[in-house]
């Protein structure tokens, strides 16, 4: 996954190097090319663990009811913003499906992290990617060093 300056509600949940492989913005192709090369040789060991733990966040984590609650706060938090007083039409009339519940009470958000929790999350990210870049330099340099030395290794 590449870094992006822009992100869904969800990817804060991920985790690099254990959610997904991250791809470097500044340099995507030698990025790519070392997440290739260096995947090819770690499939089992690595890969595997990491498509497993990508597709539970998916199944466990982003199921439709927390996106509903995302999406519920989301246009709470908009409506915030909002310069003048929305007024429902005198002739609007109330729409309630049979599959949606008109009567539920609203829904909840997790707590908010503790600061110790929220510093140790985001280290844990900085940590994984730094991992990969370490891992993506030497690749590199290696690399470069074989192109000076004449071998194809």
Request: proline share 5%; hydrophobic share 35%.
């Amino acid at each position: 996954m590449v870094k992006s300056y822009y992100y869904d509600f969800f990817t804060r949940g991920l985790i690099p190097g254990h959610h997904y492989w991250p791809v470097r913005m500044d340099d995507k192709c030698r990025s790519i090319k070392f997440a290739v090369e260096w995947g090819n040789n770690h499939t089992k060991k690595i890969l595997d663990p990491i498509g497993k733990a990508g597709s539970s966040f998916i199944q466990k984590d982003l199921k439709i009811d927390q996106v509903y609650d995302y999406m519920f706060h989301l246009v709470t938090g908009y409506s915030k913003l909002l310069k003048y007083k929305p007024v429902v039409p005198d002739n609007a009339i109330k729409l309630c499906s049979e599959i949606m519940a008109c009567n539920v009470s609203l829904c909840t958000m997790p707590p908010r992290y503790d600061p110790q929790t929220l510093n140790s999350i985001v280290e844990r990210k900085v940590n994984s990617i730094e991992q990969v870049e370490k891992w993506e330099k030497d690749f590199f340099e290696k690399d470069i060093l074989n192109v000076f030395m004449g071998s194809n290794a």
